[in-house]
């Protein structure tokens, strides 16, 4: 019954819009930096990194390691460095029973941004691979092309890493080649340390969390992300409580792609089915006919208060070009003749769809935008994020409240030019 709430937004007199909460999500760029300093680009996504790293393994397993105290100032002590996060995960590629790879994927600040990437290592703790996930700035890419990355590969914990020595630095991009430099000395001596070593079994250095552990650290962590994409001249905004960037960005990517597909596949369609099915039966879109099927049904138990067919009276008027002008009488007749959800015809058996009146066309615009944020919700859900909020074309829909609130905030603005909108929770 998921339809029947963006069916019946097709009858709201107001539209709905996101703000407040939305506008108070974590920014992205820092206090007095330059806009420009931030450019996301997103090369590789966690599943696909994953995939290339491990490809030929059979399986691959991973796990969250926690430093402890002693733990995280014996790492500061070995790699010279103040700073380090506490928890990382490491997966583990196999071929067969027995351990073939390491990797982990990691975070080093660069100029401004962070940089996300992954390493690889044989069991011996040689890299094997390295790759550049995320980078956020507008310069320095230069160090996610293989021809600098692969300075890297046979390289273990004991080869030295210094720029413009070791590894070739990339004018213009310095900052990024030595955070590059101290991400990959990180992740070799976690690996070495806990894999090759196996130090982790003391449990002085690190400590295993259980799946309810790694949950509940997660969802205490989490922050509220957002992003906008103008799609077809319309603003569609996503927000989402993720445990980082890494998590929020390519899941929002792909809810807009979504998002664009459904548009792209409802207007072909539906320029079609305007245009034959008064004269034949039309073929449509399996996706395309049970959303008109689930439009002629709500026309059916509204008694015609929510009716699809009301694209003849909307071109008459002049809607569609902006101008609005009189329908003459004498053609009003015939118009409500052909407005009417009685003149959709539903051939289950068949999947096609044709029109009692030759005239008979139907708008889908409200209807289509709520299928598509139905749609991109589920991209959220399905990968646990459970507090989301999609505005797209005025129409809002959520997933569970922000943590530590009843509600989401919107604002319902007037249908009237001048007066103010108003706010619900």
């Known amino acids: ?29 820092e206090e007095g930096e330059p806009p420009e300093n931030y450019q996301f680009q997103v ?29 995280l100032e014996y790492f500061k002590g070995i790699l010279k460095r103040p700073d380090l996060e506490a928890t990382f995960e490491v997966f583990i590629g ?13 975070e080093e600040m660069g100029c401004f941004h962070p940089i996300t990437w992954i390493l690889s290592t044989n069991a011996e703790g040689k890299i094997l691979d ?17 021809r600098f990355l692969k300075q890297f590969e046979g390289k273990s914990l004991k080869d030295p890493l210094s720029t413009n020595k070791d590894i070739i630095k990339i004018t213009g991009a310095t900052t990024s080649v ?6 990959v000395k990180k992740m070799l001596a976690f690996i070495q340390e806990f894999y090759i070593k196996k130090n982790h079994l003391s449990g002085t250095l690190a400590q295993r969390l259980t799946p309810e552990e790694v949950h509940a650290t997660r969802a205490t962590h989490r922050q509220l992300f957002t992003t ?30 979504e998002i664009e597909r459904i548009e792209r596949l409802f ?25 008109m099927k689930r439009c002629y049904q709500y026309g059916v138990i509204t008694e015609g208060a929510f009716d699809v067919t009301v694209s003849p009276l909307l071109e008459q008027r002049g809607i569609y070009q902006g101008k609005r002008k009189e329908i003459k009488e004498s053609k009003l007749g015939t118009l409500l003749q052909a407005v009417s959800y009685k003149n959709i015809k539903i051939h289950d058996d068949d999947k096609v769809i044709s029109f009692a009146h030759k005239q008979t066309k139907v708008h889908l615009g409200p209807v289509v935008k709520g299928y598509a944020i139905d749609k991109a919700l589920e991209l959220f859900h399905n990968s646990g994020l459970t507090n989301v909020c999609i505005n797209y074309g005025g129409m809002s829909r959520m997933l569970n409240a922000p943590s530590g609130k009843n509600a989401w905030k919107v604002g319902g603005s007037s249908p009237h030019k001048g007066e103010f909108y108003r706010r619900f929770s």
């Open 1 to 29: 019954m998921t339809m029947k709430r963006y069916f019946f937004l097709l009858l709201l007199p107001w539209n709905f819009i996101l703000f407040s909460s939305i506008s108070s999500g974590q920014s992205l760029l």
């Open 43 to 71: 090369f590789l996504e966690e599943e696909g990194a994953i995939a290339k790293v491990f490809a030929g393994c059979d399986q691959v397993e991973s796990e969250i390691l926690a430093l402890t105290p002693e733990g």
């Open 94 to 106: 196999k071929k067969g029973p027995v351990i073939d790879r390491y990797a982990i994927i990691t």
């Open 130 to 146: 390295i790759a550049v996930m995320i980078y956020r700035e507008s310069r320095g890419q230069e160090v996610s092309r293989r």
């Open 178 to 183: 030595q955070a590059v430099c101290r991400g």
């Open 228 to 257: 906008a994409r103008v799609i077809d001249g319309v603003k569609a905004v996503v927000a989402a409580e993720a445990d980082s960037e890494r998590q929020f960005f390519p899941l929002a990517e792909k809810a807009f792609r």
């Open 267 to 291: 207007r072909k369609e539906l320029q079609a089915l305007n245009r034959k099915a008064g004269k034949t039966a039309f073929p449509c879109d399996k996706e395309v006919f049970e959303v």
